[in-house]
């Protein structure tokens, strides 16, 4: 089972990433949540993951405190 006590959240982001490209593989975009929980081991596997379907990841992540929103795309288009 999975579960925080038993798998990482950098694991557990992976296996929902892996879950929503097998429910919705045509429409080709990888929305994530929670990346200032991912390390960047992880973070690079979701990236490589997405690559490997051929799709784009667009991902949260939220920093309290900030005055100003950023936005980074990172990978291939």
Known sequence: PVHPSTHSTSERVRLGGLMKIAENKEIGTLFLENLESVDEIGFKAIIDMADEFG???IG???RRN???MEFEIIGKI
Do not use: D, S, Y
Request: proline share 0%; charged share 45%.
């Open 55 to 57: 799709m784009q990841v």
């Open 60 to 62: 949260e992540e939220v």
């Open 66 to 68: 900030q005055e100003k």
